[in-house]
């Protein structure tokens, strides 16, 4: 049953100031303007059956058959006055509704909403009023304030009369108008002041009006700068792991991956997969493909990087800027393939209903859930990133392949097994981002290429710690292997000689090995 009909069903006992047949026949036939009055009108009465009339209508559910005024719901009619079961004509019309009748009615069921029990749709109500002011609708606020006990919603009440005697015509009311709304933290009272300033012919309020202006600006900069600074940390958050990718890819292969952002974009697209396949076989689980998303994408992401590291990168190893245009070729052919495969045209990835919506910090500071959670996936990834490189075997094998390649072949009987690796997981971590970042825009088969601004700056950065630093190519892995016998005592003095300036030559470098 919908509200419009709890409503009605609710109120059939309601008789004063009941809705009257002319009053819902002229609101629902007529011009614009006339039924915009007979609107006013009803709506000045402020009884709850008149607002099921309005809902019935913002659900385009009225019909007009021979003078007459229908509620349908499921073939069966309703008499919005009497509340009696009617017949459905078969020559009855639609009630046709412009996108300023849909307006002014949801002003006005707002308008009615000031007398719900509930203090929260009251505090909702009076923000909408305020939002839109009308004149119209002044006898209502004063009804309301004059029966409103909660003080949040009676500020409300208060902001919102003032707001429609800001465009009055007696001086002394724009100037107490001023004054009120100057004590408002709300974004859409400093648009009202804003305009009613270009307007004003008055010194005096003219003065009032900058006054508030500069009043209200005062309360909503906090809101601006925690809003810019969320902004930052979630699309930051989201380039972390790109750059964390690129690190590792880099220290342990020496390959300059221009293809990083087109992992993203395979990652992207499997969520994609993952989210048309739930549609389509798993309808009511719905809400938790993108759990089943995560793995997905990494895995995806992990196996197009071990077959570009297998079949191509492998024989570069040593050339970093051969890597970089093969890699670039790479990067095409991967756009070239998804063109193929899903077409030009960008495909939507949807929220799943908990990462829907948004928590309300400030009047003008909304943090989108989604949000949230790409901020607190991308703190969970780093962590366990950080972990993994600083707390297991693995991670020492990575530290030392990135401090100096060649000398685990030198050292080991064979090539450890850490050496091939990068390209197999760590573009799992542009997998993992994407699936993050997909609820924030579309996916598309250029989306990689948006990212070789990031890229750039990252081999800037590299290039210039390469030639800062040459002496971390030294032999980290001979140290992190065999140190940890020698004990501290031997080991420091040889981990500050590899990392000195003194350690150029490769005598040196060998004489200060264990």
Partial sequence: MTRWAVLLGALLSCNAHALTADEALGMAVGESDARIEALAKAVAQG??????????????????????????????????????TVDVPADAEDVMLNNRLRGEIDTALAALKLFSTDAALRQQAALALLKEPDASRLPVLEKALA???????????????????????????????????????????????????????????????????????GKLRWGERLGQLFTGASLGSILLLVALGLAITYGLMGVINMAHGELMMIGAYATYVVQVAFRQWLPGAFDWYLLAALPVAFITSALVGALMERSILKHLYG?????????????????????????????????????????????????????????????AVLLGMSLLIAKTRLGLFVRGVTQNPPWPLAWASTPPASTPTPLRWVPALPGWQVVRSARLATSAPTWGRATSWTRSWWWCWVAWASWRAPCTRHSAWAWSTNCWRAGPA??????RCWFSSSCSSRSARKASLP
Wanted: charged share 15%.
């Fill in 47 to 84: 009884n709850e059956q008149t607002a099921a009339f309005l809902q019935a209508l913002a659900d385009d559910a009225v019909k007009v058959a021979a003078g007459k005024v229908l509620v349908v719901k499921d073939g069966k009619g309703l008499d919005p006055v009497s509340g009696q």
């Fill in 147 to 217: 029966a409103e006990k909660d003080t949040a919603v009676l500020a409300l009440l208060m902001q919102a009369q003032a707001a429609v005697m800001l465009t009055g015509d007696k001086t002394e009311d724009r100037l107490q108008a001023a004054r009120t709304l100057s004590e408002s933290s709300q974004p859409e009272v400093l648009l009202l002041l804003n305009q009613q300033l270009g307007h004003e012919q008055d010194a005096a309020v003219q003065s009032a009006l900058k006054l508030a202006v500069s009043q209200v600006q």
């Fill in 319 to 379: 050339r970093p800027l051969e890597t970089l245009l093969a890699t670039w070729g790479i990067s095409l052919v991967l756009m070239q393939a998804v063109r193929s495969l899903f077409g030009a045209q960008n495909v939507g990835v949807e929220n799943p209903s908990w990462m829907s919506g948004s928590v309300q910090l400030m009047s003008n500071l909304q943090l989108p859930w989604n949000r949230v959670l790409i901020i607190g996936f991308a703190a």
């Fill in 490 to 495: 031997r080991c420091w003095p040889r981990l």
